[in-house]
């Protein structure tokens, strides 16, 4: 299977293992590409090995205090995600994948060692305390509330300060997909633009160009939506295992 390097390669990549390369289809790569890549595969895939964001966030700023439209009864413990996460165009937000306390020992109620550094044994022994004031909290009870919302169950036991880990779709432009999920990236293109080729063109079978008159053999591709879902079925056994690394904002 093909790794593609950019949005113009991979669409290349479709067109020549669909053997329509060289032929001049009834709609233009713009469409095709928003078509097949944005508006269907983009969004699957995002849904099985989303892009995690690692944000630094304080939940006392991002607490909802007054919502006169929302009819939950208890907006405390409901907070928006921070414009970072919310203002860019070409994403969506999947879901909440992790929110843990900011690892830093000034806010676990224990002495710093890197405020007062006097040794590296004094820096390792309060690194050690804070790692293990991490493992003894218990973890947040999060529920992600669409478009940008999400609740916390159990906040009282923490401080403000937190790091959000947020799934969130690919860029349109591919550039941030990982180089080791690009071949299960593309086999998912190829079965959509398979799927979207049979239903667009089972009515354009026989058609004529400028060049020379053509009969396609779209035969092979009725089966592309079986295909797929056999593969999404593959992905709900798997797709827990491959997380993708995070990135910090």
């Known amino acids: 299977m093909s790794v593609f390097r950019d949005k113009a390669h991979i669409l290349k990549l479709i067109k020549q293992h669909c053997g329509l ?3 001049q289809l009834p709609v233009d790569d713009n469409c095709l590409y928003h078509d097949i890549i944005v508006d269907d595969t983009i969004p699957t895939f995002s ?6 964001l690692h944000v630094p966030a304080n939940l006392n700023e991002l607490r909802i205090r007054n919502d006169k439209e929302n009819t939950i009864a208890d907006m405390s413990n ?19 994948e992790s929110i843990r306390p900011f690892n830093d020992l000034r806010y676990q109620s224990v002495p710093s060692a890197y405020e007062t550094i006097e040794s590296f044994q004094a820096l390792a022994i309060s690194q050690t305390v804070g790692d293990l004031a991490s493992t003894m909290e218990p973890p947040f009870l999060t529920e992600f509330l669409p478009p940008n919302r999400f609740r916390v169950n159990n906040g009282t036991y923490y401080k403000d300060q937190v790091i959000i880990g947020v799934e969130v779709s690919y860029s349109t432009e591919l550039y941030d997909i990982p180089m080791t999920l690009r071949q299960a990236f593309y086999k998912l293109a190829l079965l959509d633009a398979k799927r979207y080729f049979w239903n667009q063109l089972k009515y354009w079978k026989d058609f004529q160009t400028s060049i020379a008159s053509f009969n396609l053999q779209i035969d092979d591709w009725a089966d592309a939506e079986s295909k797929r879902e056999e593969l999404l079925e593959q992905w709900d056994q798997s797709f827990h295992l ?7 904002c």
Do not use: E, K, M
């Open 21 to 23: 390369y060289s032929i």
């Open 47 to 52: 849904t099985y090995y989303p892009r995690v």
């Open 78 to 96: 409901i907070y928006q995600l921070p414009p970072i996460l919310t203002d860019a165009s070409d994403r969506f937000i999947v879901g909440i």
């Open 242 to 248: 491959n997380r993708v690394a995070a990135v910090w």
